[in-house]
Every structure is written in C-alpha cells, then in structure tokens.
C-alpha cells in the first residue's frame, strides 16, 4: 500500500559531505512526523533526525551543526543533508515515516529497505 524507497548513500571520505533522500509513494493522504534512523554493527538503530509536518526538527547531539534534515510535502520526500561526515556516522540510515491512507482512517508507521553510508579514508 505505502513503500519508502531511500537514495543517496555511499562512501565518502572523512569530512565530506552526502544528501540522502526517501521518497513515499502508494495510498496516502498525508504524513506526519518523518524521520531518519541510522543502525551501525553491533549497535541499536537510533534516532539520527525528525521533522514534523509543520517542519519542526530535532537531532541527536552527535549530529547537531553538521547534519539538517528537511522534506518536501508536495512529493512526500524527506531529506537529510549530512556534511563534515565521520567515520563514526558509518550505518545503515533508514527513513520512517507516519504516514495516513488514503481512506483518512487507517494508517501505519513505515520504514525504507535502508541505504548504507560508509566514512572511511
């Protein structure tokens, strides 16, 4: 019904910089709080940034001043620009989204397929 399909990871080299990019599609009527999860080996996914519908942020203290997250309501898409990257911003980022079908009553809380984001020299 509702897919979030990612773009925009890759490797990059210790300060560089990448835009990742989601993109909901299918039965939708709005979203509201859309956001980006990142999961490294061995560790716990974790809230990296989130954006209300309004365009209300909030950030993990390890991403404040180098990353920004913004979205684009009229193509439903989530953005998060990621600059002065580290070696330990190397995860899988996965976008969420809560998101409303187009029937106005159900809806659900979807996740990308992930996109991996590699910081090494």
């Known amino acids: 019904q509702v897919q979030l399909v990612e773009s925009g990871g890759g490797l990059v080299q210790p300060g560089g910089s990448l835009r990742l990019s989601c993109a909901a599609s299918?039965?939708?009527?709005?979203?509201?709080?859309m956001g980006w999860y990142r999961q490294a080996p061995g560790k716990q996914r974790e809230l990296v940034a989130a954006i209300t519908s309004e365009g209300s942020t909030n950030y993990a203290d390890s991403v404040k001043g180098r990353f920004t997250i913004s979205r684009d309501n009229a193509k439903n898409t989530v953005y998060l620009q990621m600059n002065s990257l580290k070696p330990e911003d190397t995860a899988v980022y996965y976008c969420?989204?809560?998101?409303?079908?187009?029937?106005?009553?159900?809806?659900?809380?979807?996740w990308g397929q992930g996109t991996q984001v590699t910081v090494s020299s």
């Open positions: 969420n989204a809560i998101i409303v079908h187009s029937d106005g009553r159900s809806g659900g809380d979807y």
């Open positions: 299918g039965s939708i009527f709005t979203i509201y709080n």
